[in-house]
């Protein structure tokens, strides 16, 4: 058998009155308004003739540029990925994710050539 080692990370639940009392940290979210985010839609060809779109420019938390980046990839249909500020669609969905992007109050534009 094995052995864990227990350990209580601390108070549960108690009613005494005269403990400290716990408030939960406001939230603030870092993420600027849609509206004040510069983003760049390109178009990136892969080994083997593949396209990828890419989106640039995300300024915001890991959970908000994820939930973005999900949101596109639904909408489109397609696969990617969202990390590191850039997100990643398969195929080339540029004028779909800019119409996408326009709609959802982003001021964004296709780059490159």
């Known amino acids: 058998m ?3 080692k227990h350990e ?4 549960v639940y108690s009613t005494n009155p005269s403990l400290p009392v716990h408030k939960e940290e406001d939230e603030t979210s870092d ?3 849609p509206g ?3 983003l760049r839609i390109f178009l990136d060809r892969m080994p083997g003739n593949k396209l990828l779109t890419r989106i640039t420019g ?8 994820e939930k ?11 696969g990617g ?12 969905k540029r004028d779909r994710i800019l119409e996408l992007l ?5 001021k964004a534009k296709k780059a490159g050539g």
Not at 81 to 92: E, N, P, T, Y
Not at 102 to 106: N, Q, S, T, V
């Open 2 to 4: 094995s052995k864990k």
């Open 8 to 11: 209580k990370d601390g108070l």
């Open 31 to 33: 993420t600027p308004d």
């Open 36 to 38: 004040q985010q510069q």
């Open 58 to 65: 995300f300024e915001g938390s890991d959970a908000e540029l």
């Open 68 to 78: 973005l980046g999900k949101s596109l990839k639904q909408q489109c249909g397609s």
């Open 81 to 92: 990925s969202a990390k590191d500020g850039v997100i990643l669609v398969q195929g080339d």
């Open 102 to 106: 326009l709609k959802a109050g982003y």
